[in-house]
């Protein structure tokens, strides 16, 4: 999806791609091997610089030091093998823990240009919200001011995922002291858009919002992990005086630590609040947890688990970090 819309990056771009090797090689070094796996991993992702904790991750789950592996000389065959180990590895760090991003083509900058009503209601907006002393004056660096106001919503990426825009700043004169009444910043601001939109639809730029996908994999691999479930159970069941908790308390417990375990928070957000609703009105015409056998309890806690990881992988939910 391009800028207007949120894309999810979820790994399932990966599974079909071509791995093929550069021709021309009869041996690479891991080092190698891990650079076309990342190059690949991003040409198939919109150009996606792969975060670091992303790689580190990919490398973890194969049980591969880097330092080690990149000085490794690998024929074809295993080359080739541990190439498509490498993007596998991306692919499933991005399905239990997916990125969100904003792909910036210049398309939604397009749409404020071609209309002239909007792009003055715009402008005018831009240049109130900055006129923090209703002088009806603002200074031609401003106008970077304004870009940045308009944010990745409105198309415009951050300079640090786009470096030419102080080249296009200064190209348009849009530098320095000199103050500038509303109209003149219209026309200002209105070529630098143009060429930001430009430069965008020449190269994408895809940048990464702030946003955690919570589709139960962190339950998931808590359910699959005896050990860890147990203290986990162990933890929700009972509280820090060693007194079995209730079926409230349980639910209170987890809205307001359920983070730990891979839960979204219900604070402010009705989606949340219902799948607890849910969850929760599936077992309280049972018998409350506080009167029931330590080995019942904790199926029937194993059992929320479950339908909360069940739930959360058709239904993910977004939790905006900044909020």
């Known amino acids: 999806m391009a800028d207007g819309g949120l894309t999810v990056i979820d790994g399932s771009q990966l599974r079909s791609i071509d791995l093929s090797l550069p021709e021309s090689a009869a041996t690479l070094t891991g080092a190698r091997v891990i650079e076309l796996a990342e190059s690949t991993a991003s040409s198939s992702l919109f150009g996606l610089a792969l975060p670091e904790t992303l790689k580190s991750a990919a490398l973890l789950r194969l049980n591969i030091e880097a330092g080690s592996f990149s000085g490794t000389e690998l024929d074809r065959d295993e080359a080739a093998a541990r190439l498509k180990d490498l993007v596998n590895a991306i692919a499933d760090e991005l399905k239990d823990e997916p990125l969100v991003v904003a792909i910036l083509d210049g398309n939604t900058l397009r749409l404020f240009l071609e209309d002239e009503d909007d792009f003055a209601m715009l402008a005018e907006n831009l240049f109130t919200d900055l006129d923090t002393e209703d002088k009806g004056k603002l200074r031609k660096n401003e106008i970077c001011n304004a870009l940045a106001h308009m944010g990745v919503e409105m198309g415009i990426p951050p300079v640090s995922e786009f470096p030419q825009l102080n080249d296009i700043l200064k190209k348009h004169g849009a530098e320095g002291e000199e103050e500038l009444g509303q109209a003149q910043f219209a026309q200002v601001l209105q070529p630098v858009m143009q060429e930001i939109a430009e430069a965008l ?123």
């Open 201 to 323: 639809t020449a190269k994408h730029v895809v940048v990464i919002q702030n946003i955690e996908i919570i589709n139960g994999s962190k339950i998931r691999k808590i359910l699959a992990d005896e050990k860890q479930l147990t203290n986990v159970i162990e933890k929700v069941l009972h509280d820090e005086e060693g007194g079995q908790r209730n079926m409230g308390e349980i639910r209170g417990f987890l809205e307001k630590n359920g983070k730990e375990f891979g839960l979204p928070p219900s604070k402010d957000d009705e989606a949340v609040v219902l799948l607890y609703d849910g969850m929760f009105s599936e077992v309280e015409n049972r018998n409350n947890a506080a009167g029931l056998e330590k080995e019942e309890s904790v199926v029937l806690m194993k059992e929320i688990l479950e339908k909360f990881a069940e739930q959360l992988e058709a239904s993910p939910v977004f939790h905006d970090l900044d909020n």
